[in-house]
């Protein structure tokens, strides 16, 4: 498979019998696979089970996909949440009967990977979306092991690791639900290390916690609140923040794949879809949008039994879907990779990240 086809999801790793593929960082921080080659015994798991080469069939899916308008009842779950704190509730519900819940959180080192808990206290940990490729690590063979055993779990991730991980276990498990997200595109872990070395340079001290698509100003405006060891705050929206500026204009740093992800559109390979309801009407509803809206699509029947136990501790609307996708252009269509990208990369060792993304926006002013 061409490199910039891979979607770094992982499941090689994972299902190489004999342990020998290991996930490395390439020169723009990307995990790609490294097979050793010596010791390989030719068994090609890592081909048929590759989501890109060997695409899932479509599963079973409701007849009529449902979009809904959402959002958590509980004020401070909605608030904390990136858009209207569904994941948290479905989560919530998932531990409460015994089961477990596998998504993204930062490590020590603020680094962003999968990890799976049965503990109720650790859904903070788990929620809000981080804006870079998570590494996925031995997340499937984990979940695996836990639906073998009989045990209920639920795993979000990106579009690429729900296909991951469904094509790793090659069957379907009534015990499992899974949630991926409308993706917009995986950013560069070294992209966004050096953003906060250059934040931590500027603050003069260590950064403690990351907060994307922070709501004091606002659902919309994407603030990013980074705190400092130093007790310092920094706070900036989508226009002016350089992390946010060069995810989201300028198109400098996701994964090569995604600008052409094989992902994309409906039907999709989760039980429910989460994501941002942009432009979503509640006109007649007496609701503070600015706290966050979630639009839930509803994939299959598992996805839709599970999203009914909810129906107390969150607010729903059915809304018709091709209204509600039209503001979200990413459910549809793969975000190209911006002209300035390879400078980008080419420059991003030696250069400060802010110093660089203010050439990059002075060059595209000219
Ligand atoms: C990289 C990225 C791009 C996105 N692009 C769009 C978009 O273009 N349009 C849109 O409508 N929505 C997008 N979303 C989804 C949106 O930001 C919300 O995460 C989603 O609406 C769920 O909100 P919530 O309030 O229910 O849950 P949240 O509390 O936001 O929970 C987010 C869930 O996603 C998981 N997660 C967070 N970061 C990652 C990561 N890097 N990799 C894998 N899993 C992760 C968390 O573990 C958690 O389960 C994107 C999310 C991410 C992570």
């Not at 015990?175 to 409308?182: A, E, G, P, R, S």
């Amino acid at each position: 498979m061409e490199k910039n086809k891979c979607t770094g999801c992982g499941v090689c790793e994972n299902v190489c019998p004999k342990g020998n593929i290991s996930m490395e960082s390439d020169s723009e921080g990307f995990l790609y696979p490294e097979i050793d080659v010596i010791n390989c015994i030719s068994c090609e798991m890592c081909v048929t089970h590759c989501p890109v080469i060997n695409p899932l069939e479509s599963t079973e899916k409701l007849k009529e996909l449902k979009a809904y308008a959402a959002w958590s009842r509980n004020k401070e779950i909605r608030y904390n949440s990136t858009s209207g704190g569904i994941f948290s509730e479905l989560a919530h519900m998932i531990i409460l009967q015994g089961g477990y819940v596998a998504g993204a959180i930062y490590d020590e080192n603020l680094l962003v990977h999968h990890h799976i808990s049965n503990c109720k206290d650790d859904i903070i940990k788990l929620r809000q979306s981080k804006y870079v490729q998570s590494k996925t690590g031995k997340i499937y063979a984990r979940i695996k092991k836990i639906l073998d055993d009989g045990k209920l779990a639920m795993f979000v991730g990106s579009p690429c690791q729900v296909s991951g991980l469904n094509r790793f276990l090659d069957k379907k498990y009534k015990n499992l639900l899974t949630c991926d997200f409308i993706c917009r595109g995986a950013n560069s872990p070294k992209a966004y290390l050096k953003y906060l070395l250059s934040l931590e340079n500027k603050f003069g001290s260590k950064v403690e916690r990351v907060w994307f698509k922070n709501k004091k100003n606002g659902w919309n405006k994407f603030c990013t609140k980074i705190e400092f060891e130093n007790g310092q705050e920094y706070y900036a929206d989508r226009y002016t923040d350089p992390y946010m500026k060069g995810y989201l204009k300028y198109n400098l740093f996701i994964r090569p794949s995604c600008s052409q992800c094989q992902f994309k559109g409906l039907p999709r390979y989760s039980d429910i879809t989460l994501a941002d309801y942009w432009g979503v009407n509640l006109r007649d509803e007496n609701v503070d949008i600015e706290q966050g809206i979630s639009l839930i699509i509803i994939n299959t029947k598992n996805g839709k039994a599970n999203y009914d136990l909810l129906i107390k501790r969150i607010f729903r609307k059915e809304s018709d879907l091709t209204d509600a996708l039209k503001n979200n252009q990413c459910a549809n269509v793969s975000i190209k990779h911006g002209i300035y990208r390879d400078k980008f990369f080419e420059e991003i060792d030696e250069t400060d990240f802010m110093e660089l993304i203010k050439n990059i926006s002075k060059e595209r002013e000219k």
